[in-house]
T-cell receptor, first 114, second 113 residues
């Protein structure tokens, strides 16, 4: 079965500092990994995905994520955080052996302090 | 444009009343469609998904049902709402490629009193 863990409920960083939001996953087949952001009372917005190839994936709004197969991780990063990055972040996985379902992590609330 | 429309955006209903939330998708044909529920601003629970007209898969036994009467229309319904049905309901679509991401609508917030 597929599963996704986001070990931190909350991450606080100061504006201008680098940020990392952690994600680990478990799948039986090839993992397809995704990051989404959600602002209050809005739908989820797609940030980036890893399918294959380069382990460092670049996405929207200056975010990037690093796929690490040995650690089964897909951490979201940004070199310099903005106050406007404060939101709820979700990691998701789709198992290559089970096509239709996306499994989401519980979410991590990011607060960027001015 | 691959827009997802959800309505109503907000809804307050008494316990025991019926429910109908509608989702329509533009700009794509034969999408996979999904209904998720989000409680208390946190995790997403997959309720239903559909790979085509009239084809519905239910992930969680509950007080809700879904229908797909047209290719780009996905409806979430209940005959009698419970307090526990309150939440933020999100419709999403993906393409048929397994590498494709999900795209979400703006959600419908349901409060059952």
């Amino acid at each position: 079965a597929q599963s996704v863990a986001q070990p931190e409920d909350q991450v606080n960083v100061a504006e201008g500092n680098p940020l990392t939001v952690k994600c680990t996953y478990s799948v039986s087949g090839n993992p397809y990994l995704f990051w989404y952001v959600q602002y209050p009372n809005r739908g989820l917005q797609f940030l980036l995905k890893y399918i294959t190839g380069d382990n460092l994936v670049k996405g929207s709004y200056g975010f990037e994520a690093e796929f690490n197969k040995s650690q089964t991780s897909f951490h979201l990063k940004k070199p310099s955080a903005l106050v406007s990055d404060s939101a709820l972040y979700f990691c998701a996985v789709r198992d290559g052996n089970y096509g239709q379902n996306f499994v989401f992590g519980p979410g991590t609330r990011l607060s960027v302090l001015p | 444009s691959q827009t997802i429309h959800q309505w109503p955006a907000t809804l307050v209903q008494p316990v025991g009343s019926p429910l109908s939330l509608e989702c329509t998708v533009e700009g794509t044909s034969n999408p996979n469609l999904y209904w998720y529920r989000q409680a208390a601003g946190r995790g997403l629970q997959l309720l239903f998904y559909s790979v085509g007209i009239g084809q519905i898969s239910s992930e969680v036994p509950q007080n809700l049902s879904a229908s797909r009467p047209q290719d780009r229309q996905f409806i979430l319904s209940s005959k009698k709402l419970l307090l526990s049905d309150s939440g933020f309901y999100l419709c999403a679509r993906s393409g048929t490629a397994i590498t494709g991401e999900l795209f979400f609508g703006e959600g419908s917030r349901l409060t059952v009193l």
